[in-house]
């Protein structure tokens, strides 16, 4: 027997009620784990009037596309400079139309030399009006996506 406060439990209890909690634990840690992978895909492209660079982060929660992160820059080439409003307020106007629908956050600066762009997407709080308009659906895995990227040029790790 051993005495805890004023309760005497027999040593066989105790070892199987620990044993019993223990293993609890560790189901209920296993049933909460959730794999977790991330996909980097960078690509920059040279044309006539400028020079583009993406970044695309992709996170999967348990194999499916969860959240991505997303960044373009355009460089104009000299005498394109004026491309810069032009890209500027049509990524701002596609944006804030997304962004309205919720999970979509973007921040947007203009340079007199380049644009940029950034952007979040949670794909768990984008309505499914937003998720086909951007081109996803809930069933882009790992796998997909990569291939998708590396056959459009990017290169991902």
């Given at each position: 027997?051993?005495?805890?406060?004023?309760?005497?439990?027999?040593?066989?209890?105790?070892?199987?009620?620990?044993?019993?909690?223990?293993?609890?634990?560790?189901?209920?840690?296993?049933?909460?784990?959730?794999?977790?992978?991330?996909?980097?895909?960078?690509?920059?492209?040279?044309?006539?009037?400028?020079?583009?660079?993406?970044?695309?982060?992709?996170?999967?929660?348990?194999?499916?596309?969860?959240?991505?992160?997303?960044?373009?820059?355009?460089?104009?080439k000299e005498g394109y400079e004026y491309i810069i409003n032009i890209v500027y307020n049509n990524?701002?106007?596609?944006?804030?139309?997304?962004?309205?629908?919720?999970?979509?956050?973007?921040?947007?600066?203009?340079?007199?030399?380049?644009?940029?762009?950034?952007?979040?997407?949670?794909?768990?709080?984008?309505?499914?009006?937003?998720?086909?308009?951007?081109?996803?659906?809930?069933?882009?895995?790992?796998?997909?996506?990569?291939?998708?990227?590396?056959?459009?040029?990017?290169?991902?790790?």
């Open positions: 027997m051993i005495k805890i406060g004023n309760l005497n439990i027999d040593k066989k209890k105790l070892i199987i009620i620990g044993s019993a909690t223990i293993l609890l634990i560790i189901i209920i840690i296993t049933l909460n784990i959730r794999s977790t992978k991330q996909l980097i895909c960078t690509k920059t492209t040279t044309d006539d009037t400028d020079t583009t660079v993406e970044k695309v982060t992709f996170h999967f929660v348990n194999g499916h596309l969860n959240t991505m992160d997303s960044f373009i820059s355009k460089t104009p990524y701002e106007s596609q944006s804030e139309k997304l962004r309205i629908n919720g999970g979509y956050e973007y921040e947007l600066s203009k340079y007199d030399d380049h644009f940029e762009a950034t952007a979040t997407i949670d794909l768990n709080e984008i309505p499914d009006s937003t998720k086909n308009e951007i081109g996803f659906n809930n069933e882009w895995i790992y796998k997909d996506v990569k291939t998708n990227l590396e056959e459009n040029g990017f290169n991902c790790k």
